[in-house]
């Protein structure tokens, strides 16, 4: 899996929301943090998070 900004590899994440734990994959470069229904989407041309859908910013470094 690659990052969608810097094609960085990605890992998955275990992320505790308001909706409870769930699976995401985080980019190592940097930092970037997206959720399974964006990951579902990357197949799809010009996808929800082409277009500020869900699409997660954390502030780690
Ligand atoms: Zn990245």
Do not use: K
């Not at 909706?19 to 930092?31: F, L, Q």
């Not at 229904?37 to 954390?58: F, K, Q």
């Amino acid at each position: 899996m690659r990052c969608l900004r810097c094609r960085g590899m990605m890992v998955e994440e275990r992320v505790f929301t308001m909706e409870g734990g769930i699976a995401m994959a985080r980019c190592v470069c940097c930092g970037d943090l997206i959720d399974p229904v964006v990951i579902r989407n990357r197949s799809v041309p010009c996808s929800a998070e082409a277009r500020g859908g869900r699409h997660y910013r954390l502030g780690i470094a």
